[in-house]
């Protein structure tokens, strides 16, 4: 068995995310702790009992899922289970910084205070209502990219995730991601739908942004990771931190490459994924990508209890 550990992105924040866990592992519990003093705050509170919609707002919801994910992560290795067991770590856009964390490559409170800052700078980096990003379901890559090339007509709209064979999302300027649901259509995708963000995430507008995390990531200590991380904007396995620091700024404007990022694991010969955290939408997209591939979602301690070791 050649496991890789992977870690859910925006979407997936839910209230009471971690909570089982935080009950049943203290080292589930302290990671929520570092987190709330790293930020001041507890948003540990909001997560497991606010509301959704304050959870589900950017800045909160970075920081909230990297450390559910880290939460799950501690639960694990209290069972025996070392982030070593895995060939591979990756992570679904800030998910990205959750396998980072997870690989001991930054530390918890570090990646608190970035994803902090990643958060707001993407909100900030493009007014409400300017920008959009929209699903394109049921067309190849090559597709989605022609669909959108067309669509921008002068504006912004590039293909910003590549999740499975059929599922590309769009992202962009508003007008020009409306357009891309009807070219879409003509081209013949089963749907085409507008997604509930508040930005135009992954795409040229949040070059604002960018800027941002090249300054706040120039300030943090980012070790070699204790696994090699499978990088959302290359889809290959990269470990120098140099070279991952850049990549985390190139990240921000830059395709979430998932499909071939899957592929890439398997085609290494991993045969086994954990999704680290909350949710189960990345097993799904990995059934999709590498139909022989086992997955498992690992977000709470019935989750746990269940893993074939």
Known sequence: MTKAFVFPGQGAQSIGMGKALADAYPAAKAVFDEVDEALGEKLSTLIWEGEQDELTLTHNAQPALMATSLAAMRALEAEGVSITDAAFVAGHSLGEYSALAASGAISIADTARLLRTRGT??????????????????LDFATAQAVAEEAAQGDVCQAANDNDPAQVVVSGHLGAVERALVIAKEKGAKRAVMLPVSAPFHCALMEPAARVMAEALGTVDIARPAVPLVANVRAEAVSDPALIRSLLV??????????????????????????IGSGKALSGMIR??????????????DDIAKLER
């Open 121 to 138: 700078a993407m909100q900030e980096a493009v007014p409400v209502g300017v920008g959009a990003m929209a699903a394109l379901l049921g």
């Open 250 to 275: 190139e990240q921000v404007t830059g395709s979430v490459r998932w499909r071939e990022s899957v592929g890439y694991m398997a085609e290494q010969g991993v045969d086994t994924i954990w999704e």
């Open 288 to 301: 999709r990508i590498a139909k022989t591939v086992s997955c498992s979602a690992v977000g709470s301690p």
